[in-house]
């Protein structure tokens, strides 16, 4: 209801998620689900999408270079839609490679330019292994989809994407260049880039303190807090940094313009 | 010649290693190779070992306690010498469970006390995913093998046993809480236990500066650097805070005792 009311009053709703492992038109068909409808696929950003694009838009990489992905094949594919040839362990095997701790330097494709990592669940140590034979060479640079600690899964936390891209970062030494998750600037970079946006009629909202909220605020955009079950009111009751704003629910909008 | 020699005088060599996936026999064997007989298995010191020592003597975890390891085979039977229970993924998976992200939380054994994390050439993230829930629970202690970032593996450099404990530390937001490989005192404390050395008449011999020599200058011992290809004697010659004396070979010692 809410976001509806506001696509009435001309504003354009943009839907970010950490995520690099879905498909965005997933979130598509979940927002439908919700009763939100008329979103077009490019107001959904996650990090996969928004590392397409600050690999594109931002690094400006040229179209001849190839990326070696540790990661899921729905990143890959974000990448492949701007034109970049992927490479990396599963198509390495998928073309019948055997790759082993032996001959793994020989698997390294002298084409690639940039190495991105994010979360994977069939991460092995031959594949952390192979990438760190590209970070190794400092002319690659080095992204990542976002670096989450842990996400939660059930009632538990596996491994976020953080996680895989700080055993490659502890392997080569190196520090990622660029962190296309919330709340880091890659990603911001790339919603600026693509959507034109004008930070002083835009609002970033959020449940969560150290991603969403902190995310607008470095980037200088106001900040809406809704108090649905993450962080407690007591929190910011007595003011916040990153919050310009809060509310118990989005809905709460809605209520104030009927 | 000079261990030989050294041994005619009285003096006990002791190995030490960080790296925890060779059995410490194979290292009798390739000593024996190179003249070096005499050795007792005892005074091999790798990283595995000392872990173990480093748990059974230090931390004084109860037998009746099991120990969860990601790490190699080696690792875990240095454990098993001293009479702890292993739990891990392969033992698991060898005994029929069938592990996904969605049922792990149900193989999480109550008996663990204590994570030990190590290199591991067949690491997963199911694998990642099960320590994680171990390290979730802040009563478990956390102890690492060793930090190495790398190691060296033919003309290049694998991820290290370090790369992994980076890994399931990042994701628990834990730090190890013993690391029992040079330069940390977890491996002295394992070794002074187990061979009631007298820091005033021991030395440490080695090719690193920041392995090597570190650990004994902060563990209150003589050191000796050997410059035979690692560190250049430039490193050294106005004098370096963790080094008490170098040399170009520890042959050095042999020549001038005949």
């Known amino acids: 209801m809410t976001v509806k009311m506001l696509q009435h009053k001309g504003k354009k709703p943009i839907f970010v998620s ?43 990489l040229p179209i001849n270079k190839k990326i070696h992905v540790l990661g899921k094949e729905g990143l890959c594919n974000e990448l492949r839609l701007f034109g970049y040839e992927v490479v990396n362990y599963d198509q390495l095997v998928k073309n019948g490679a055997e790759i082993t701790m032996d001959n793994i330097t020989t698997f390294v494709d002298p084409d690639v330019a940039c190495v991105v990592v994010g979360l994977d669940f069939d991460v092995t140590y031959l594949k952390l292994g192979l990438t760190l034979q590209y970070l190794l060479r400092k002319e690659i640079t080095f992204v990542a989809t976002n670096i989450d600690s842990t996400f939660p899964y059930g009632k538990t936390k596996l491994p976020g994407a953080g996680s895989i891209v700080e055993t490659v970062s502890f392997a080569s030494g190196r520090q990622p260049d660029a962190i296309c998750g919330k709340p880091y600037n890659g990603m911001m970079d790339s919603i600026l880039v693509h959507h034109q946006l004008n930070k002083g009629t835009t609002i970033m909202v959020g449940d969560r303190l150290n991603t969403d909220m902190k995310f607008g605020n470095v980037n200088g955009i106001d900040t809406l807090l809704v108090l649905t079950g993450i962080e407690p009111e007591s929190a910011v009751a007595n003011g916040h940094d990153d919050v310009t704003y809060y509310a118990d629910k989005l809905g709460d909008l809605y209520e104030l313009s009927v």
Chains 1, 2 share one sequence.
């Open 18 to 60: 950490n995520n690099s492992t879905k498909a965005r038109n997933e979130y598509i068909t979940k927002l439908e689900s919700l009763g939100i409808d008329g979103i077009d696929i490019s107001q959904i950003i996650n990090s996969a999408y928004s590392t397409a694009i600050y690999v594109h838009d931002v690094l400006k």
